[in-house]
């Protein structure tokens, strides 16, 4: 799938926006949950997610496929449009505090189910911008090892080394926060 | 467990759903896998419809944001650096080949010469600089240095006539003088010879403006120390008249008439030989205080002058010429152009690197 979305990405002036909008399709739900989880504030998750898209589109004649998927190049620029704007708004002391709005209210969950999520985000918390970025890049972008690495510029052992280490450490900080 | 057994477990986890490895602590680290995978935000359905929609367009709405203060500049900036490169190559190829027979010795003393005398030819161990060197004894100032240079000029046939005036008004203007010359502007057979003397002094200008009258077909220049030969012969000159005045005195204290004619007869070969010292040094002088610049005017191939200019081998000459030209111009850019071209280079990539640094300080 990633070979067919390259391929289409490689002609981008056969017709308006084609390939691209198969890449958005693919990738926007990810893009925006990392951002989401990066940021925690929902209108600016929304604003650097279109920003990223939009960069992309412009951009998109520059993607090289030997650099890594298209995914990674895509996670990529919206992470440095989420640091710009972490940078910006100076919001580093809010990503290590709780969530804002960035999840949808836990109405409908089960008593249990709310409570493991709630010790999950505390656990969060107490993690480095680092790991927190590591963790949103897996698990809320859904990129492999090898794409993170690409994206985080390291090689995907040392990717594979920190995850282990923070996933590791996020269960531990479950259990106290437990 | 090892550490790639439980990355691929959380892999497998993420990529079925289901936490079920029998190792507890793994499954454990399952668990929290889906459920840091559950808890992701997810978008609003209007926010995805309107960005789709922008997709979809080609985002043909381009908010632009404020760009960066320095993005003015960048433009102007590279557009300056663009022709200081240009400037400063065409400035190089504007000092031309001529400045290879720059000379920086300045070791000629400056004493008055005349113009008439004979030369003679004093001896003193012979020196010759290669062309394009620093000059002759540099940095040793006092010595004598006998300088000769060979320029050989192009010109068009019409045009042979005025670069010869201009050669004597150049010799000229730079205090020196025409020994001898000859111009003929014929059909068949156009040319010239300057055989000139420039003071040494004015020497490397003077070449410069010669070079810039016509295309440099080719220079020469030789030097020669005559420094042993020069103080040999002041010596001598200095022992001659000091032997001449002890013998006037000795003539005065004369008491008989054969002695006295023995002293006058000793006093006319010392005349003789302080004449000759006089001359030598003389001689030694002016070959030292000026230069020799002999200049051959030769018409340009394919302008008359018997050169004839149409055949193919011509044709060939040409573009050889034309080709060593290029390449000697893309040399001398090239070497103005590269540096500036590192600089940029390490000064992009250590903006790059600062760029990086600052956004990643936002997660420190």
Same mark, same amino acid.
């Given at each position: 799938?990633?070979?067919? /979305?390259?391929?289409?990405?490689?002609?981008?002036?056969?017709?308006?926006?084609?390939?691209?909008?198969?890449? +958005?399709?693919?990738?926007?739900?990810? #893009? +925006?949950?990392?951002?989401?989880?990066?940021?925690?504030?929902?209108?600016?998750?929304?604003? #650097?997610?279109?920003?990223?898209?939009?960069?992309? +589109?412009?951009?998109?004649?520059? +993607?090289?496929?030997?650099?890594?998927?298209?995914?990674?190049? /895509?996670?990529?620029?919206?992470?440095?449009?989420?640091?710009?704007?972490?940078?910006?708004?100076?919001?580093?002391?809010?990503?290590?505090?709780?969530?804002?709005? #960035?999840?949808?209210?836990?109405?409908?969950?089960?008593?249990?189910?709310?409570?493991?999520?709630?010790?999950?985000?505390?656990?969060?918390?107490?993690?480095?911008?680092?790991?927190?970025?590591?963790?949103?890049?897996?698990?809320?972008?859904?990129?492999?090892?090898?794409?993170?690495?690409? #994206?985080?510029?390291?090689?995907?052992?040392? /990717?594979?080394?920190?995850?282990?280490?923070?996933?590791?450490?996020?269960?531990?900080?479950?259990?106290?926060?437990? | 467990?090892?550490?790639?057994?439980?990355?691929?477990?959380?892999?497998?986890?993420?990529?079925?759903?289901?936490?079920?490895?029998?190792?507890?602590?793994?499954?454990?680290?399952?668990?929290?896998?889906?459920?840091?995978?559950?808890?992701?935000?997810?978008?609003?359905?209007?926010?995805?419809?309107?960005?789709?929609?922008?997709?979809?367009?080609?985002?043909?709405?381009?908010?632009?944001?404020?760009?960066?203060?320095?993005?003015?500049?960048?433009?102007?900036?590279?557009?300056?650096?663009?022709?200081?490169?240009?400037?400063?190559?065409?400035?190089?190829?504007?000092?031309?080949? *001529?400045?290879?027979?720059?000379? *920086?010795?300045?070791?000629?003393?400056?004493?008055?010469?005349?113009?008439?005398?004979?030369?003679?030819?004093?001896? $003193?161990?012979?020196?010759?600089?290669?062309? $394009?060197?620093?000059?002759?004894?540099?940095?040793?100032?006092?010595?004598?240095?006998?300088?000769?240079?060979?320029?050989?000029?192009?010109?068009?046939?019409?045009?042979?006539?005025?670069?010869?005036?201009?050669?004597?008004?150049?010799?000229?203007?730079?205090?020196?003088?025409? =020994? !001898?010359?000859?111009?003929?502007?014929?059909?068949?057979? !156009?040319?010239?010879?300057?055989?000139?003397?420039?003071?040494?002094?004015?020497?490397?200008?003077?070449?410069?403006?010669?070079?810039?009258?016509?295309?440099?077909?080719?220079? !020469?220049?030789?030097?020669?120390?005559?420094?042993?030969?020069?103080?040999?012969? @002041?010596?001598?000159?200095?022992?001659?008249?000091?032997?001449?005045?002890?013998? =006037?005195?000795?003539?005065?204290?004369?008491? %008989?008439?054969?002695?006295?004619?023995?002293? @006058?007869?000793?006093?006319?070969?010392?005349?003789?030989?302080?004449?000759?010292?006089?001359?030598?040094?003389?001689?030694?002088?002016? @070959?030292?205080?000026?230069?020799?610049?002999?200049?051959?005017?030769?018409?340009?191939?394919?302008?008359?002058?018997?050169?004839?200019?149409? *055949?193919?081998?011509?044709?060939?000459?040409?573009?050889?010429?034309?080709?060593?030209? %290029?390449?000697?111009?893309?040399?001398?850019?090239?070497?103005?152009?590269?540096?500036?071209?590192?600089?940029?280079?390490?000064?992009?990539?250590?903006?790059?690197?600062?760029?990086?640094?600052?956004?990643?300080?936002?997660?420190?």
């Amino acid at each position: 799938m990633n070979q067919a /979305v390259v391929e289409t990405a490689r002609l981008p002036a056969a017709g308006p926006a084609e390939g691209f909008a198969e890449l +958005y399709e693919r990738t926007f739900p990810r #893009v +925006y949950a990392y951002v989401a989880s990066l940021l925690r504030d929902r209108s600016a998750a929304e604003d #650097v997610t279109a920003q990223a898209f939009e960069r992309a +589109y412009r951009k998109r004649r520059s +993607y090289r496929a030997a650099r890594g998927s298209m995914d990674a190049w /895509v996670f990529g620029i919206a992470r440095n449009a989420a640091l710009d704007e972490l940078r910006k708004r100076k919001r580093r002391a809010k990503l290590e505090g709780d969530p804002e709005d #960035v999840h949808a209210p836990a109405t409908d969950d089960q008593a249990d189910i709310a409570l493991r999520r709630e010790t999950v985000r505390a656990a969060l918390a107490s993690l480095s911008g680092q790991e927190r970025d590591l963790i949103a890049l897996k698990f809320a972008g859904g990129l492999s090892n090898g794409e993170i690495a690409g #994206v985080l510029r390291m090689s995907e052992s040392n /990717v594979g080394t920190r995850l282990h280490r923070t996933i590791t450490k996020l269960r531990e900080a479950c259990h106290d926060a437990g | 467990m090892t550490q790639a057994d439980v990355l691929t477990a959380i892999d497998d986890a993420l990529e079925t759903g289901r936490a079920a490895d029998g190792d507890p602590v793994t499954r454990e680290l399952q668990e929290l896998a889906l459920a840091l995978r559950a808890d992701s935000p997810e978008p609003t359905r209007e926010f995805g419809e309107h960005l789709g929609r922008r997709v979809e367009r080609g985002f043909p709405n381009r908010a632009r944001s404020k760009p960066p203060w320095w993005r003015q500049f960048a433009e102007p900036a590279a557009v300056a650096v663009t022709i200081l490169v240009l400037v400063t190559g065409i400035a190089l190829l504007a000092r031309g080949p *001529s400045g290879a027979m720059d000379d *920086s010795s300045g070791g000629s003393s400056g004493g008055s010469v005349a113009v008439s005398g004979a030369e003679d030819a004093g001896g $003193g161990g012979g020196g010759r600089t290669a062309l $394009g060197s620093p000059g002759f004894a540099p940095g040793q100032a006092g010595r004598k240095i006998e300088r000769t240079f060979a320029l050989e000029l192009e010109t068009p046939v019409d045009r042979m006539q005025r670069v010869a005036d201009q050669v004597t008004a150049v010799t000229t203007r730079h205090g020196g003088f025409v =020994l !001898s010359s000859s111009v003929s502007t014929g059909e068949d057979s !156009s040319g010239g010879d300057f055989d000139l003397r420039i003071p040494a002094t004015e020497v490397r200008p003077a070449l410069r403006d010669l070079g810039a009258l016509a295309d440099v077909r080719s220079q !020469s220049q030789t030097g020669r120390d005559v420094t042993p030969a020069y103080v040999t012969t @002041r010596d001598r000159l200095q022992a001659a008249r000091a032997e001449r005045k002890s013998l =006037l005195r000795r003539l005065e204290a004369a008491t %008989t008439d054969t002695e006295a004619e023995a002293i @006058r007869q000793r006093l006319d070969i010392v005349a003789g030989q302080i004449n000759s010292l006089r001359g030598r040094l003389h001689g030694l002088r002016l @070959r030292t205080d000026y230069a020799v610049v002999t200049v051959s005017l030769q018409a340009k191939d394919g302008d008359g002058g018997g050169a004839g200019g149409g *055949s193919f081998g011509d044709a060939l000459h040409d573009a050889g010429d034309i080709l060593v030209a %290029t390449a000697g111009i893309l040399v001398r850019v090239l070497a103005v152009a590269l540096p500036l071209a590192l600089i940029a280079l390490l000064g992009w990539a250590a903006g790059r690197a600062v760029q990086r640094r600052r956004r990643e300080s936002a997660l420190a």
